[in-house]
Structure formats: structure tokens, C-alpha cells
């Protein structure tokens, strides 16, 4: 299986996070313990997620930017 780190994931290796395409899954699993349990998504579960979580990260890097008056 072909395991990818998110390209989210910090470049510590403190908060990793690997995805992997496994017989119309889309599985996810943490870096540190690639024998713990794993997630499995629906490929369009897993763009709904992905496509919140980055319009969730992507909100709150422009209300951190916003220039104080």
C-alpha cells in the first residue's frame, strides 16, 4: 500500500497524519503508529471532509491576519 503524509501535517512529526487508497477506501492513519487503527472513508466522504477541513483552516488564517485597529 502506497501511504502519503498530509501535506497539512507539521514538519515536527509532532501532529502527522498518512493516506492511503485501499480497495475504494480512502484510509488515514497517524504517522507515529502505523499499526493503530485506521479510518476509512468513502473517496466522497473523504473529499467532503477534506474540503471542510481546509476551509476551516483556511477561515481561521484570514481571522488571524486581520490588521487590529
Avoid at 512529526?13 to 487503527?37: F, I, M, Y
Avoid at 466522504?45 to 481561521?60: E, G, I, N, P, Y
Wanted: hydrophobic residues 30%; contains cysteine; positive net charge.
Amino acid at each position: 500500500m502506497n501511504w502519503r503524509k498530509s501535506s497539512y501535517s507539521g514538519q515536527s512529526g509532532g501532529n502527522c497524519v498518512e493516506v492511503a487508497d485501499h480497495e475504494s477506501r480512502v484510509l488515514v492513519r497517524d504517522t507515529k503508529d502505523n499499526q493503530g487503527p485506521m479510518l476509512k472513508f468513502s473517496p466522497d466522504a473523504w473529499r467532503k471532509f477534506a474540503d471542510q477541513v481546509k476551509r476551516s483552516l483556511t477561515s481561521h488564517l484570514r481571522s488571524e491576519i486581520r490588521p487590529t485597529l
